[in-house]
């Protein structure tokens, strides 16, 4: 009788702690998904930056074509909040 209360107890407090556990786990999609576009914004930004030095380091070396595409990919870095906010507002979002 003593045996089977202390498993009982020991079940009951393992799943409380278990609830405890797995409710902070979940968080709101949004501010996840926030965070994560800070992350790899956070990211890319240095990385088109230093595209953009190389670019204007094979113009001066007579490729032109390289400084087109960088200079396409940083203005479309840095517009993407822009472009999916209008994006949202067009579609209703």
Do not use: H, Y
Not at 20 to 44: G, H, P, W, Y
Not at 61 to 74: F, R
């Amino acid at each position: 009788m003593q045996m089977m209360r202390c498993s009982k107890i020991k079940l009951v407090v393992f799943c409380v702690v278990c609830m405890c556990i797995t409710a902070s786990a979940f968080a709101d999609l949004e501010s996840s998904m926030e965070n994560l576009q800070d992350k790899i914004r956070a990211v890319s930004t240095p990385l088109a930056i230093i595209l953009l030095m190389v670019a204007a380091w094979q113009l001066k070396m007579g490729n032109k074509q390289l400084l087109t595409v960088a200079l396409i990919g940083t203005v479309i870095l840095f517009a993407a909040p822009q472009i999916v906010e209008l994006i949202q507002s067009v579609f209703g979002g």
